[in-house]
């Protein structure tokens, strides 16, 4: 496992549109922890391919911090797909390690549906609120070359 430099504002990758995974190899799953330890590094809630340089549709997230003494609950998400979503919105002050400096509040859906695929390859349905619907959409976002300044 390592530590991978974060790629900040300005950094044109954070604009751009990431490729699915095909076959989760030891590359892959090598990416994806250091992804976690990249994240917990650095105190972030979530962290996606891109923003270590790896134009890959991976996210990884851990929103745990939300109770406290709680222990780690880290997810790795590959190919994550957004199903369907709550007309219901939510307004939440979000950042983000590629931009270290600015905060916003952001409106996102309350719920979301997301299909991905775990580390194993099994295929995955997850139904998110709150927190963890907003990390889900702000990284899945990522994958689009979305940054969570360009949102409402
Ligand atoms: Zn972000």
Known sequence: MAIRQIRLKGDEILTKKSKEV??????????????????????????????????????????????????????????????????????????CLSFPDEFKEVKRHEKVTVEYMDLKGNKKVLHAKDIEAVVIQHETDHLDGIVFLDRE
Request: aromatic share 6%; charged share 30%.
């Open 22 to 95: 095909t076959v989760i190899d030891d590359k892959i799953k090598e990416l994806a922890s250091d992804m976690l330890e990249t994240m917990y590094k650095n105190d972030g809630i979530g962290l996606a391919a891109c923003q270590v340089g790896m134009l890959k549709r991976i996210i990884v997230y851990d929103y745990s911090y939300v109770e406290e003494n709680s222990p780690k609950k880290p997810v790795v998400m590959i190919n994550p797909v957004i199903k369907s979503r709550s007309k219901s919105m939510i307004v939440v002050e979000e950042g």
